[in-house]
């Protein structure tokens, strides 16, 4: 069974970092593509960027290019998110997602970022 | 950016009846268009993929169409746990963009 599972989530105040992590499982996480996504509240969601399956490659979504970077360690299955010089309207539930051939199949269950002072 | 334009808003059905609800493509995206469910407090649930196919253990009375730039959820029969929001999502094209999203409601 696929499971995508965020971490990493909390307060934290403008202009602040935070690194999220998303641990994979169920599949060969090395062969896919693997994207970021968030949702502010009541809103819809809002593709942050991906990274390549060797990581040797990322795009971003130009709101947060300079902002956030995606990592991964495909030895244990780990995909990362690092923010910095965070904004209020970055508070959102942050969620991974696997891409490949059938992108965006399988989704975490997100953790909520509040950017608050 | 390729702008996704999703109508309507939203939608009060009743059950058994049909629901359509579309997502028009600002340019050519080919078939690279899901469709997702998401309910309260859950992540969004694959539907459709390649505009037209069936994710899999998605009831069947869900369906996918395209015509043009044009795409279209159906769900046959509304079922009271089909209750929610609906988003479309291209991936053609980086940055993949959702559409607004449709609330579906029972009548």
């Known amino acids: 069974e696929v499971q995508l599972v965020e971490s990493g989530g909390g307060l934290v105040q403008p202009g602040g970092s935070l690194k999220l992590s998303c641990v994979a499982s169920g599949f060969t996480f090395r062969d896919y593509w693997m994207n970021w996504v968030r949702q502010a509240p009541g809103k819809t969601m809002e593709w942050i960027g991906d990274?390549?399956?060797?990581?040797?490659?990322?795009n971003y979504a130009p709101s947060v290019k300079n902002r956030f970077t995606i990592s991964r360690d495909n030895a244990k299955s780990i995909l990362y998110l690092q923010m910095s010089n965070m904004r209020s309207d970055y508070t959102a539930t942050y969620y991974c997602?696997?891409?490949?051939?059938?992108?965006?199949?399988?989704w975490g269950q997100g953790v909520m970022v509040t950017v608050s002072s | 950016d390729i702008q996704m334009t999703q109508s309507p808003a939203s939608l009060s059905a009743s059950l058994e009846e049909i629901v359509t609800i579309t997502c028009q493509a600002s340019q050519d995206i080919g078939n690279w268009l899901s469709w997702y469910q998401q309910k309260p407090g859950k992540s969004p649930q694959l539907l459709i993929y390649?505009?037209?196919s069936l994710a899999d253990g998605v009831p069947s009375r869900f369906s996918g169409s395209r015509s043009g730039t044009q795409y279209s959820l159906k769900i046959s029969r509304l079922q009271v746990e089909d209750i929610g929001i609906y988003y479309c999502l291209q991936a053609y094209s980086a940055p993949y963009t959702f559409g607004a999203g449709t609330k579906l409601e029972l009548k």
């Open positions: 997602a696997r891409g490949g051939i059938t992108p965006f199949d399988y």
């Open positions: 990274i390549k399956p060797d990581g040797s490659n990322t």
């Open positions: 390649g505009a037209t």
